[in-house]
């Protein structure tokens, strides 16, 4: 039930901004949330912020929210959560994650608690990079002048493919189907067939199930195992995001 309710989320986007509604039950929340905010997604956080900022904080400079928050709420961000509010507003304001991938990798890093290194190209984990496609579209529901959703750009797309092929997959994972043809095109024409394989196979799994699959030790069994971590890893995120949401919007601790 969660599950359809963040993907009626995923797709009509602004639903989201109903949440930043201010009660005093929600604001003793956000604050609970921000001061213990390394375990939390960047969805919660922007949403915990605005509640008790108010839509303004969208607009502030990074080093006004992090001084507002420990004059006010006394909460001292650590360097990963600050990261994620960052990408969060980013996407809010300007969603160049979707057509930059240089924008793209450091928002995939953010939004999954990782720390961005300038100094190199990062190569972004299969599950890290379905899971920030996912809340990207959630964070974009906040958008309090858009409800648009973005299509990934063709940059975004072939070095999403490229990831996915230097990390063994030759089918996307779960929400990154539509770069499935970027990343079949980077095959030799011989494994096309086996693309189609594993597209098909992939597909007639039960997906309440994978948990507890046994996978065979073989080339299509390694591919169903890879995109079974990667489908459980988002499953894990969408459950404590939803909790925490639902908290907040309830005030509420579940």
């Known amino acids: ?36 905010a390394d375990d939390k997604h960047a969805t919660v956080l922007l949403m915990s912020l605005r509640n008790l900022h108010g839509i303004d904080c969208l607009y502030w400079e990074p080093e006004t929210i992090w001084l507002t ?39 995939v890093q953010s939004l999954n608690g990782e720390l961005y290194d300038p100094e190199t190209l990062q190569e972004c984990n299969p599950g890290y990079m379905s899971w920030a496609v996912y809340e990207a579209a959630l964070l974009r529901g906040l958008d309090p002048e858009s409800d648009a959703l973005p299509e990934i750009d063709e940059d975004v797309q072939q070095y999403v493919a490229v990831c996915l092929k230097r990390a063994g997959y030759v089918y996307p994972p779960y929400r990154l189907t539509p770069i499935a043809d970027n990343l079949k095109n980077l095959m030799p024409k011989e494994h096309q067939g086996f693309c189609d394989e594993v597209k098909k196979s992939w597909e007639g799994l039960d997906k309440k199930a994978l948990r507890d699959r046994k996978y065979q030790e073989d080339p299509l069994g390694v591919q169903l195992a890879q995109l079974a971590s990667c489908y459980i890893y988002v499953q894990e995120q969408i459950r404590a995001l939803s909790n925490d949401i639902l908290t907040l919007d309830t005030g509420v601790r579940i």
């Open 1 to 36: 039930m969660m599950n359809e309710l963040f993907d009626r989320f995923a797709i009509k986007c602004a639903s989201l901004s109903d949440y930043a509604i201010k009660t005093a039950e929600r604001s003793l929340i956000a604050k609970e949330f921000l001061r213990n």
């Open 69 to 107: 928050l420990e004059r006010d709420e006394a909460v001292d961000l650590s360097v990963e959560a600050r990261d994620k509010i960052q990408a969060g507003i980013s996407l809010i304001r300007n969603p160049t994650f979707y057509w930059d991938n240089l924008v793209f990798q450091r928002t």
